[in-house]
Nanobody, 123 residues
């Protein structure tokens, strides 16, 4: 079992900043990727940003230059990621979900999701 604990989020005015964090714990032998997805009301869940095991990052076009995803490389918190969100826009309002894909100690693949954290940007 893999558990994801998300923190951060909340309410901010347009142009402001927020930081999301996500810590993954449990039966994780190899982390292949961790990332943030978001789902706005009436819309499908979409990838926001993702980081893979070699540190390569991917961003959806609408957040490039505004959001930064990073991974904590300390030994005890290496499966922790953060998403620094700057210049937030009303269109960024959504529930943000943390995701992790990897292999367990028994080399079984897993794909786990966090509970989600609300980000609301107002004018």
């Amino acid at each position: 079992q893999v558990q994801l604990v998300e923190s951060g989020g909340g309410w901010v005015q347009a142009g402001g900043s927020l930081r999301l964090s996500c810590a993954a714990t449990g039966n994780i032998f190899i982390m292949n990727s961790m990332g943030w997805y978001r789902q706005a009301p009436g819309k499908q869940r979409e990838l926001v940003a993702r980081i893979i095991s070699d540190g390569t990052t991917t961003y959806t076009d609408s957040v490039k230059g505004r959001f930064t995803i990073s991974r904590d490389n300390a030994k005890n918190t290496k499966n922790t990621i953060s998403l620094e969100m700057n210049s937030l826009q009303i269109e960024d309002t959504a529930v943000y979900y943390c995701n992790i894909e990897g292999l367990s100690v028994s080399l079984s693949a897993f794909n786990s999701w966090g509970q989600g954290t609300q980000v609301t940007v107002s004018s």
